[in-house]
């Protein structure tokens, strides 16, 4: 009999900052201890906080221990599972108060939580199929193998589950028409090519519960009457791609896959596909073209891949999270899961928080919380005392939202209406160092160069639109600049062929929206209000702090600094090139930019 | 049958038809550049958005099938301003070389700017820079004028089969090109020269062309190939008594468009100074024009000559398949089984 459970995040965030180690030094000093038989070791999931990984908790007095490393192990197993004294500088401690918190329901950023999709995710050890099955795992196909495949669509639609991966679109309804598609084969294919940077719920939810995955694509194979699965899976996530087979094959063997499933009659089969890397094979179309072997390009839609998709059949094509929901509906009904969220939005999402708040990582909140909770409270705030200036939701081609929208609730439909969108999720928080300019010019060279080249509007309009937004942050920006690309981005959202070069333009139609006068600064009076862009400040040395060292004439390349020894030195604001070199010079901090 | 609405007029088409198609029938015009009714629709280069009341975004005309009480407008400010932003970005990114350029006058995109009188790119900033491909004898391809609007990678994947060309790169280095942007000659490319008739910008240039004359100036002369029994349909172009060049007929039932490389690029023998024009026969070791009747008598003398085994012949898949039957047949009155056709070599 155990005494306690030592879970171990195993998930990629927790691994690169040295878990496995962890676990192989824990393992070892057991050993020493002879405890082998008194602790037992479980690697789970992602916890989400992989800022503060490799994360350690101990049962069951759930202890939060982060950033334990593997030299911290010797003194974990003597202090703490021998002695029981917590070690207090492995906690977790508050950024403001800083104050050590011993349980993780006590963090803030779990505490405002309502994990759902993550509910088994750094719970369960995703390798093994029965820890699962322990927590209510299949019970939601169990009940759908006795239902009618029309029952078990009406049940997903009343319970108003919508798509997580971006669109929104209503899950029963999307079921609905692939079901009403006849055809001898169909197939469901579960999207989890997740390629918005930053963003890696996914990730998370296929390496930290594959099963409830698994489950939600037999549920969708059921209701439309498909008897095969795609999991197209990018090939730069190995742990999720090799958990995910690892679960398969276990399902298979407890007969949940392959022919007759459960004694029901029905069969089904499921296959992974790697993805080559490309952001747009994210996109349905694209993505049925890479399953197919062809190169990655959207199609046209109508026809939608409910009527002709994978290799011309009825196709039903959802994402991770929103596959992780629909077992857990199954389980728990309709009612319970409609009661959490708003009238248009139910349920919750997951988001992965990040830039400059205090907590980054993964949190799943209930739809309809505001802006501010998740940036403040979940969050922690802006780091450094910093003041908040923006948040960038939705991936790179989300919009950038003001303080003004903080009150704003977390749904579908406001998120829309103010130029932003759910997305995969991604949260980028921004400061007031951060230039709105450079931001919206940095996000489309992510998204022109991942545009597939196919519609003229999206290949040739987005590298107009970034080379526009390049002459701006260099100080090259004329008055024009600001309409044109106003009618540039809008020409590119509405006349692109798919959803890559419709929503690759919110950035600059948002921070157009909400920042127009950082564009103004930087074209009118050549001034980057942020002080990021290189081209736009204007270094000054403060006569107060200078001491007259000699040491920035020396690097500086353009002979711009001038002083008598042990006077205050001045630069040329003629001769400077804004290389910085003074500044990083400078052992007085007297070197400043404006 | 579906019934639409297209700018007030009401129409009826096939279910399954696309918007384009039914404007088609009302005699509306769409500008397309990369439609092309023989390739499945891909809706790629956006000329042909057109406004569908209760649709979110523009919808392609070639693409999009017509549904019941569609309400489809082509001529608003909405349509045309996306078709001249359209064609701003391909613009400022297309050589204005129009003067020497040998698609002057049949060039789709140069009609389309005069259309909505777009004579230059408001866009300014980089351009495509990639060096000609030469490697071949038939034709040129310069990727510089190339609007990537994909049809000679799809008559070449979809009507010839030899896929000897597709997209590579993403975004604005997006590039047609074969394997590893090799030269073309060291393709799987059989030069059936379709990719050059459908390419409705000049970067796909016949060699045999070249500064031999204007499409204006051009005659059309329709055919058949003869150089085999198929009988694929070509439209030559004639200036002064002289084929300039060939094209695949598209409106041939044989052939709808289809060539070979022998009947594209093929014709240097029609006015070639060797070109055996008259039959000759060998005198005194010395060949000799004759008439066709002095021919075919001395051809008839050998014949009568020959008994049975003695005689063998060889036909040509020059000749067509009726022809090639009769010689056989002919042959085989004569006593002999000797029969054999240049194809089979």
Not at chain 1, 93 to 114: G, N, R
Not at chain 1, 173 to 185: C, G, T
Not at chain 2, 321 to 330: D, H
Request: charged content about 25%; glycine content about 10%; aromatic content about 8%.
């Amino acid at each position: 009999m155990y005494e306690r459970q030592i879970l171990i995040c195993a998930g990629t965030g927790c691994i690169s900052s040295g878990s496995l180690q962890v676990h192989e030094a824990l393992r070892k000093e057991l050993q020493k201890h002879q405890m082998e038989d008194k602790v037992r070791i479980i690697l789970s999931g992602c916890h989400g906080f992989c800022e503060k990984g490799p994360i350690f908790i101990v049962y069951p007095e759930d202890i939060f221990y982060c950033e334990v490393q593997a030299e911290d192990i010797p003194e974990l197993v003597e202090e703490y599972l021998v002695k029981g004294n917590v070690v207090e500088r492995l906690l977790y401690k508050d950024p403001v108060t800083e104050d050590a918190v011993t349980s993780h329901q006590e963090i803030p950023f779990y505490s405002k939580q309502k994990r759902l999709a993550l509910r088994n995710c750094g719970v369960i050890d995703p390798e093994n199929i029965d820890e699962y099955i322990i927590r209510g795992g299949y019970q939601g196909l169990e009940r759908a193998l006795r239902m009618e495949s029309l029952d078990i669509i009406n049940m997903i639609k009343s319970s108003g589950l919508r798509g997580r991966g971006g669109a929104g679109f209503p899950t029963g309804m999307k079921w609905e028409f692939a079901y009403r598609n006849e055809s001898d084969k169909k197939y469901v294919v579960c999207n989890a090519d997740e390629g918005d940077p930053g963003a890696f719920m996914d990730r998370s939810v296929l390496e930290g519960d594959p099963h409830a995955v698994l489950e939600g694509i037999i549920i969708a194979g059921l209701a439309i009457g498909s008897d095969e699965a795609y999991l197209y899976v990018r090939a730069e996530y190995p742990l999720a791609i090799r958990r995910l087979r690892t679960a398969i094959a276990q399902a298979q063997e407890y007969g949940l896959i392959g022919e007759n499933i459960l004694g029901s009659g029905f069969g089904f089969k499921i296959n992974i596909k790697e993805g080559a890397g490309a952001f747009v094979c994210g996109e349905e179309t694209a993505l049925l073209a890479s399953i197919e072997g062809e190169r990655g390009m959207p199609r046209p839609r109508p026809p939608f891949p409910a009527v002709k998709g994978l290799w011309g059949e009825p196709t039903c094509i959802n994402n991770v999270e929103t596959l992780a929901n629909v077992s857990l509906i199954m389980r728990k009904g309709t009612d319970w899961y409609s009661a959490i969220g708003t009238e248009g939005s139910k349920g919750t999402k997951i988001f992965a928080l990040t830039g400059k708040v205090n907590n980054t990582g993964l949190c799943e909140v209930p739809m309809g919380i505001t802006l501010r909770e998740i940036i403040f409270d979940i969050g922690g705030g802006i780091r450094d005392g910093k003041k908040f200036k923006a948040v960038q939701i939705g991936g790179p081609s989300g919009g950038c939202l003001p303080e003004s929208h903080l009150d704003q609730p977390v749904d579908y439909d406001s998120l829309t209406s103010a130029g932003a969108m759910m997305g995969s999720g991604g949260m980028v928080v921004m400061d007031e160092d951060t230039c709105m300019v450079d931001l919206a010019r940095y996000f489309l060279s992510f998204t022109q160069s991942e545009s597939c080249g196919k519609c003229t509007p999206c290949r040739e309009g987005t590298k107009r639109m970034l080379e526009i937004l390049e002459r701006i942050t260099k100080g090259q920006g004329v008055a024009e600049d600001i309409p044109r690309l106003q009618k540039l981005a809008l020409a590119v959202k509405d006349g692109s062929l798919c959803g890559l070069g419709q929503t690759a333009p919110n950035p600059v139609l948002t921070t157009l929206r909400y920042f127009q006068d950082e564009y103004e600064a930087h074209i009118f009076d050549r001034r980057c209000p942020a002080g990021q862009c290189q081209e736009l400040l204007t270094y000054y040395i403060d006569p107060e702090l200078c001491t007259g060292c000699r040491a920035c004439t020396r690097v500086c390349p353009t002979g711009a600094i001038t002083g008598e020894k042990k006077e205050p030195h001045v630069i040329d604001e003629e001769k400077c090139i804004n290389c910085g070199s003074c500044a990083e010079r400078c052992k007085f901090d007297a070197i400043k930019v404006k | 049958m579906i019934s639409l609405t297209i700018n007030g007029q009401n129409v009826e088409v096939e279910e399954g038809s696309t918007i384009l198609e039914a404007a088609d029938k009302l005699d509306i015009f769409i500008p397309t550049l990369c439609h092309d009714s023989r390739l499945a629709p891909v809706g790629a280069c956006r000329m042909c958005l057109v406004e569908v009341e209760r649709a979110r975004a523009l919808m392609a005309a070639c693409s999009v099938p017509v549904m019941e009480g569609m309400v489809v407008h082509t001529d608003t400010e909405r349509v045309h301003a996306a078709r001249k932003e359209n064609l701003q970005l391909l613009l400022a990114n297309h050589p204005l070389d129009c003067l020497t350029c040998e698609k002057n006058g049949d060039c789709r995109l140069q009609d389309y700017c005069y259309l909505y009188g777009i004579s230059e790119s408001e866009y300014e900033g980089e351009r495509k820079d990639y060096a000609l491909d030469e490697s071949n004898p038939f034709f040129i391809r310069d990727m510089n004028k190339c609007i990537l609007c994909g049809l000679c990678v799809r008559v070449c994947h979809e009507i010839n089969g030899a896929g000897a060309i597709d997209f590579t790169n993403r975004g604005f280095d997006t590039k047609v090109t074969p394997f590893f942007d090799d030269p073309l000659v060291e393709s799987p490319c059989v030069f059936c020269g379709m990719c050059v008739d459908v390419c409705p910008v000049g970067a796909l240039t016949p060699k045999q062309g070249i500064r031999q004359g204007r499409p204006w100036e051009l005659q059309m002369v329709r055919t058949v190939c003869p150089f085999c029994g198929t009988g694929c349909g070509l439209e030559l172009y004639v200036k002064d008594n002289k084929v300039v060049k060939v094209k695949g007929d598209p409106l041939s039932l044989a052939s709808r468009g289809q060539t070979c490389v022998k009947g594209h690029f093929g014709i240097d023998f029609l006015h070639h100074p060797e070109r055996l024009q008259k039959p000759l026969i060998r005198k005194n070791g010395e060949l000799e024009e004759v008439s066709w009747e002095d021919a075919l008598n001395l051809i008839a003398s050998k014949l009568k000559r020959l008994r049975g085994e003695e005689l063998a012949g060889f036909s040509s898949a020059r000749a067509t398949n009726e022809e090639n039957y009769l010689f056989q047949k002919f042959l085989r009155t004569l006593g002999t089984n000797n029969i054999d056709h240049c194809a089979r070599l």
